[in-house]
């Protein structure tokens, strides 16, 4: 069973996302592109907290370059008997030291330029093809474009991952549908709900899997979740009224 849909990926419409950002400068190094954004002041009574659960550790420095930190008594990443955990850190502590032109992490909120625009770039390569019929090539840009956008650095907002990602998704769920591949675009659905749980789209992806692998019940829930976020939602209810015939 085939359903249309009222709007291909790329055109239009009140799900779409934010707009592209501007050009880097000329001269400026791509893996300094970084758009900052305004830093919020500190909460001086969180900072009171934070200084009084303030607990100094042992720690000794080990290679690559005295780069990671390790329990000062065994020499361990994570360590039981000392209670400490330094992957997280030492993760970053890589990305610094794979990465020598960047010096230092920018402020919080700071945006890498340059991954913004691949990934934009990627998608509306993508939202080309699909317009064209094209879906399997489409699902090679979609994904290209949601691996890129999955891999931004740590100090990025991680919201902006999101919103990359829910999009980029929900049009490769659509390419899947059309393709026949209806379980690869339920997976793409399931994480469109996780990265983005109140936007409609992600439920009319999945209902619309649902349906074709033969649970109409399980598409139902779906639409009326997508209900409670966006109640005027016209697709939705136009999607739901159709799940409710009784010649469906």
């Known amino acids: 069973m085939s359903h249309s849909h009222s709007h291909a990926p790329g055109q239009s419409h009140s799900h779409g996302p934010a707009p592209p950002q501007p050009a880097p400068a000329p001269g400026q190094q791509p893996q300094m592109q970084i758009q900052q ?22 720690l000794k420095l080990g290679e690559p370059k005295e780069s990671k930190a390790l329990c000062a008594d065994h020499g361990l990443e994570k360590c039981n008997d000392c209670g400490l955990d330094f992957t997280y850190m030492n993760s970053v502590s890589k990305i610094f030291l794979d ?5 230092r992490p920018p402020p919080p909120g700071g945006i890498q ?9 990627l998608k509306d390569e993508g939202n080309v093809f699909f317009k064209k019929g094209q879906h399997q090539k489409a699902i090679e840009m979609y994904t290209m474009a949601a691996n890129i956008a999955a891999e931004r650095l740590p100090w990025e907002p991680n919201q902006l991952m999101k919103e990359e990602l829910a999009n980029i998704l929900s049009n490769r ?12 675009a339920l997976a793409d659905a399931d994480v469109v709900i996780q990265v983005k749980r109140p ?11 649902l349906v074709e692998l033969g649970d109409v019940e399980g598409a139902l829930e779906e639409v009326q979740m997508a209900l409670q976020y966006e109640p005027d939602n016209a697709e939705m209810q136009k999607f739901l009224g159709t799940l409710t015939k009784k010649d469906f």
Do not use: C
């Open 37 to 58: 954004q305004q830093i919020p002041q500190p909460d001086p009574a969180m900072l009171a907290v934070i200084e009084q659960d303030f607990k100094p550790v042992k």
């Open 99 to 103: 990465n020598p032109a960047v010096v």
């Open 113 to 121: 330029l340059q991954r913004t625009q691949a990934v934009t770039k």
């Open 173 to 184: 769920s659509a390419s899947y549908g059309i393709l026949g591949d209806h379980i690869s």
């Open 199 to 209: 936007w409609s789209k992600g439920y009319f992806r999945k209902a619309r899997a």
